[in-house]
């Protein structure tokens, strides 16, 4: 399947983003997706996953709380990343992927499924 991740943009510290993942050439349904963030100079994280099927989900712990992880309702082609309560630190390039391995690999930060492209997130104090 192919992934495309888009609503990243600029935001001031307490604001808030959506993030989309729309997904084309298959379904979700039987996956986890997954999003990532690489922040410049820093490794690339883990930061939620929903296992689709299930509706689980995984937060690292600094979003708990404030980031939400949610699928469309009506299809299985689109999983939403919602941020509020940014944080300078939260500024980041945010994919999206699948994960085989049902969010055990995005946990460690890896994930060996379909990537999408990165958007910018960038919060100012």
């Known amino acids: 399947v192919q992934l495309q991740a888009s609503g990243g943009g600029q935001v001031h510290s307490g604001g808030s983003l959506r993030l989309s993942c729309v997904v084309s050439?298959?379904?979700?349904?039987?996956?986890?997706v997954a999003w990532f963030r690489q922040a410049p100079g820093k490794r690339r994280e883990g930061v939620s996953c929903?296992?689709?099927?299930?509706?689980?989900?995984?937060y690292a712990e600094h979003v708990k709380g404030r980031f939400t992880i949610s699928r469309d309702k009506a299809n299985d082609t689109t999983v939403y990343l919602q941020m509020d309560d940014l944080k300078p630190e939260d500024t980041a390039v945010y994919y999206c992927?699948?994960?085989?391995?049902?969010?055990?690999?995005?946990?460690?930060?890896?994930?060996?499924?379909?990537w999408g492209q990165g958007t910018l997130v960038t919060v100012s104090s």
């Open positions: 992927a699948t994960d085989p391995s049902l969010c055990a690999a995005t946990m460690t930060g890896e994930s060996r499924g379909d």
């Open positions: 050439g298959g379904s979700l349904r039987y996956v986890a």
């Open positions: 929903i296992i689709m099927l299930a509706k689980t989900t995984w």
